[in-house]
């Protein structure tokens, strides 16, 4: 009986063509999540800008009830005493106003969003 040679010098591991199929369909699979992903980064960014702005108006409505008047700076409303424990923080770059006056939206520069909703 002839033994089959061949078989005993194949090596056993993957070729360049199947390393390359695979890596092609994990950089296919990457670039259609991708948008995917910055799409949801985007939108908690606006949410979290939005609860800041929420907090903002919220603590300038007691502050102008309890005072006052028709305009209150930001750092009246910061402080351990005070309406707001800290500032807003930045979640994507943006600024907050300094003042809030009655009747004019809240905005942030950096962002589209505004208060009211």
Same mark, same amino acid.
């Given at each position: 009986?002839?033994?089959?040679?061949?078989?005993?010098?194949? /090596?056993?591991?993957?070729?360049?063509?199947?390393?390359?199929?695979?890596?092609?369909?994990?950089?296919?699979? @990457?670039? +259609?999540?991708?948008?995917?992903?910055? /799409?949801? /980064? $985007?939108?908690?960014?606006?949410?979290?800008?939005? @609860? *800041? +702005?929420? !907090?903002? #108006?919220?603590? @300038? =409505?007691?502050?102008?009830?309890?005072?006052?008047? *028709?305009? !209150? =700076?930001?750092? =009246? +409303?910061?402080?351990?005493?005070?309406?707001?424990?800290?500032?807003?923080?930045?979640? @994507?770059?943006?600024?907050?106003?300094?003042?809030?006056? !009655?009747? $004019?939206?809240? #905005?942030? $520069?950096?962002? !589209?969003? $505004?208060?009211?909703?």
């Amino acid at each position: 009986m002839h033994k089959n040679t061949n078989y005993k010098n194949k /090596r056993k591991g993957f070729t360049l063509i199947e390393i390359l199929v695979v890596v092609g369909i994990i950089a296919i699979i @990457a670039g +259609l999540v991708a948008p995917s992903i910055q /799409r949801a /980064r $985007t939108k908690s960014q606006t949410t979290a800008i939005t @609860a *800041n +702005l929420k !907090v903002l #108006a919220d603590a @300038a =409505d007691q502050y102008l009830l309890d005072n006052g008047g *028709n305009s !209150v =700076d930001v750092a =009246d +409303l910061v402080g351990a005493n005070a309406y707001i424990k800290t500032a807003p923080t930045p979640v @994507a770059g943006e600024t907050y106003p300094t003042t809030i006056t !009655v009747g $004019t939206d809240i #905005a942030t $520069t950096g962002t !589209v969003v $505004t208060y009211p909703f």
